[in-house]
């Protein structure tokens, strides 16, 4: 109990003698295991990540997806990312900004992803995550859908399906929906 008493004591000095510079804030283990699974990343070469806010916040980031097979290639998809503090023990939030024709995607940027909902465990990480949207775009799947429209259309008719993403990428309508352009 003494020595627990010291360890406080010496914690206020330190805090005291810092001269005016603002205490250092402690990390939470979601910050450290992030910062790890941030630094052990392997992106593929067609992933870019980003830190908005900079380099100090870490829970918040983004990452740009350009597709170099499948039906969205030449695009280019800008996922947001919030981590929560409780991280790995619940999945990010992730989000997609761009807005795109997509069976996984819906129009307000939700995503499907089954390592993002229930089959989220704490072995995985950020790297699993980009890989899965990745994946998203390489092999879009019709049958978890969150766009139906856009589901159905793949199921049935794979032709016209590329025709529609060919038109939003482009910055076209696909039906009554307009779609800013985000080929590269």
């Known amino acids: 109990m003494i020595k627990l008493f010291k360890v406080k004591e010496k914690q206020r000095e330190i805090a005291e003698n810092a001269k005016g510079k603002p205490p250092v804030k402690k990390q939470t283990a979601g910050e450290l295991r992030l910062q ?11 992933c870019t990540i980003s830190f908005p806010n900079g380099k100090d916040d870490l829970m918040n980031f983004e990452v740009t997806i350009r ?5 969205y290639l ?8 919030q981590v929560p503090s409780v991280y790995p ?19 307000e940027g939700n995503v499907c992803l ?3 909902r ?8 950020v790297n699993t995550i980009i890989y899965g949207l990745f994946h998203l775009f390489t ?26 993403v060919r038109r939003a990428m482009a910055g076209g309508y696909v039906g009554q929906t307009s779609f800013p352009r985000c080929m590269q």
């Open 67 to 71: 597709p170099d097979e499948g039906y």
């Open 118 to 125: 229930e089959d989220w465990k704490p072995v995985l990480n």
């Open 114 to 116: 089954n390592i993002l």
């Open 89 to 107: 023990h619940e999945a990010p939030k992730v989000k997609c900004k761009t807005k795109v024709y997509h069976p996984n995607i819906d129009l």
């Open 139 to 164: 092999q879009p799947n019709y049958e978890d859908p969150l766009n139906h429209d856009a589901a159905a259309v793949l199921r049935d008719n794979p032709k016209m399906f590329e025709s529609n």
């Open 74 to 81: 030449g695009g280019s998809f800008l996922f947001s990312f």
């Open 36 to 46: 790890r699974d941030i630094t052990e990343l392997n992106l593929p070469k067609t």
